[in-house]
């Protein structure tokens, strides 16, 4: 099955960047969709971008002008650049991605999480 490996976590103080990757294996034929979430301790998950495969994104309200998603189809990977963190930006991020291992075979995977921590 496709597997979804983050990187890029860490801790930052407020105001500085991180920039999260999300590197795709297994075999893809194609890539449809693909965003990243992200999970504060005690809150539910929110959608924080997300991006079609014609390059269409979106983002939530709190992190837009900030955040970029963007995507490198040669290496298979998609990332997340944050700019001017902030403590509330803290939360684990998941990347997430939907597309075709083959032209039948449809598959979503999750990326294992990746620790974000913003100080003031």
């Known amino acids: 099955q496709v597997q979804l490996v983050e990187s890029g976590g860490g801790w930052v103080q407020a105001g500085g960047s991180l920039r999260l990757s999300c590197a795709a294996s297994g075999t893809i034929f194609s890539i449809n969709d693909m965003a990243w979430y992200r999970q504060a301790p005690g809150k539910e998950r929110e959608e924080v971008a997300t991006m079609t495969s014609g390059g269409s994104t979106n983002y939530a309200d709190s992190v837009k002008g900030r955040f970029t998603i963007s995507r490198d189809n040669t290496k298979k990977t998609v990332y997340l650049q944050m700019n001017s963190l902030k403590p509330e930006d803290t939360a684990v991020y998941y990347c997430?991605?939907?597309?075709?291992?083959?032209?039948?075979?449809?598959?979503?995977?999750w990326g294992q999480g990746t620790q974000v921590i913003v100080s003031s």
């Open positions: 997430y991605i939907l597309g075709y291992m083959t032209t039948m075979t449809r598959f979503n995977s």
